[in-house]
């Protein structure tokens, strides 16, 4: 595994951030949530993706899933 990646959200889009998941196997994404900052811990296992917030653990089967979740919550740049 490489080193330990950290984004921005909003820095990529969906498709461009899943190609750095997939090739890194582990990312950091800072966000603003109600006005603070927080981190979170996006994972691919090499079958199962996983969007690890300090209160939720997502996991998504397929890509498109996973574009679906980093999409609904912010992540990306074509949310």
């Known amino acids: 595994m490489s080193g330990l990646t950290v984004v921005e959200a909003g820095e990529y889009d969906s498709e461009e951030l899943l190609d750095r998941l997939c090739e890194e196997e582990r990312l950091v994404v800072r966000t603003e949530v109600l006005g603070a900052a927080e981190e979170l811990t996006l994972r691919f296992d090499g079958e199962t993706y996983y969007c690890d917030t ?26």
Do not use: F, I, N
């Open 54 to 79: 300090p209160t939720t653990l997502h996991k998504h089967d397929t890509p498109e899933g996973m574009m679906e979740c980093m999409r609904h919550h912010g992540y990306v740049r074509d949310a």
